[in-house]
């Protein structure tokens, strides 16, 4: 029943932005902690970004704090990633992710998965 749509990604080049979007559906925002992972090539899937259940604490991946931002958008019910100073190494599949009563943090325990969006960052 729960559904995750992702927008966004694409072609940037190193140094600039992008941001992506997931639109949730058959979910209540506030009973979900929601954030993003990502997957390279021949790699793990590996956790990126979160928030918590009450949208009140952010939790980044060492490789992306600073740069990167996760907000929400309760009345849209949609989950945004900022991605600022974006690095050929950042180049993935994006997936949102929503686990119900705690932020997504391993991938074995979320629940709900959006598509994926590929980006991808040019030298």
């Known amino acids: 029943q729960v559904q995750l749509v992702q927008s966004g990604g694409g072609l940037v080049q190193a140094g600039g932005s992008l941001k992506l979007s997931c639109a949730a559906s058959g979910l209540y925002m506030p009973s979900y902690g929601m954030g993003w992972f990502r997957q390279a090539p021949g790699k793990e899937r590996d956790f990126v970004a979160a928030?918590?259940?009450?949208?009140?604490?952010?939790y980044y991946a060492d490789s992306v704090k600073g740069r990167f931002t996760v907000s929400r958008d309760s009345t849209q019910n949609t989950l945004y990633l900022e991605m600022n100073t974006l690095k050929p190494e950042d180049t993935a599949v994006y997936y949102c992710?929503?686990?119900?009563?705690?932020?997504?943090?391993?991938?074995?325990?979320?629940?709900?998965w959006g598509q994926g969006t590929q980006v991808t960052v040019s030298s």
């Open positions: 992710a929503a686990q119900y009563g705690a932020p997504p943090h391993w991938a074995s325990r979320v629940d709900n």
């Open positions: 928030l918590s259940v009450s949208g009140v604490s952010e």
